[in-house]
């Protein structure tokens, strides 16, 4: 599991170079939004149980086929094991957050997800957009508190991406 300042050592380790002008201005942002990556995940703890339940209603006002008969998150156990997909990928965007790198999320969360998701058919599309949903619902927060919202992005933004290549 890597951080910012992890990973950037391990690259310069790897070629034996000292840290050059480019290191020490990644390094002066790194440090430079380190508080407000701190409060920005401070306002998610404090509410992180409502801020799933918000995103999920949402999320499935927009896909109410989701919480049919024959939808993905159909049933109390599935509409439970949904919302607490959506409670991991929260929980873990906190952890690359304060991390400034999406290491974490590659190795706690994405690794081996596809296999799952495809042998129990719970579909990419819906997905996508909760975690979607959750960074928009973030981003209104954060950016009430004055914090910038790119801070937010990143790590949704990483998840995402990830989802929509394994998709095709
Ligand atoms: C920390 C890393 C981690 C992740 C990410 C994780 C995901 C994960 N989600 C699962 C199930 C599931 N995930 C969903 C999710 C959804 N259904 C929908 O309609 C929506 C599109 C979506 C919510 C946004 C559902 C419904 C199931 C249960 C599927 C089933 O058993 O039929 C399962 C299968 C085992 C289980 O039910 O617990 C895993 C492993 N587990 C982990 O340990």
């Known amino acids: 599991m890597r951080d910012a300042v992890t990973s950037l050592i391990k690259n310069y380790d790897l070629t034996g170079r000292y840290l050059d002008r480019n290191a020490i201005d990644d390094l002066k942002a790194y440090f430079r939004t380190g508080n407000a990556r701190v409060q920005a995940v401070r306002i998610i703890n404090s509410d992180a149980a409502a801020i799933v339940r918000q995103a999920g209603l949402a999320l499935f006002d927009e896909n109410p086929e989701l919480i049919r008969p024959g939808g993905y998150a159909y049933t109390t156990r599935r509409y439970a094991a949904c919302l607490r997909d959506m409670d991991y990928y929260l929980r873990y965007a906190t952890y690359a957050m304060i991390a400034a790198d999406s290491d974490v999320l590659d190795e706690r969360v994405l690794d081996g997800l596809r296999e ?46 990830s989802f929509s290549e394994i998709s095709v």
């Open 116 to 161: 799952v998701y495809n042998s129990l058919g719970v579909p990419i599309g819906p997905t996508v957009r909760g975690i979607q949903i959750m960074k928009d619902v973030i981003r209104e927060r954060v950016a009430e508190a004055g914090i910038p919202t790119f801070i937010v992005d990143q790590p949704f933004d990483h998840m995402s991406r």
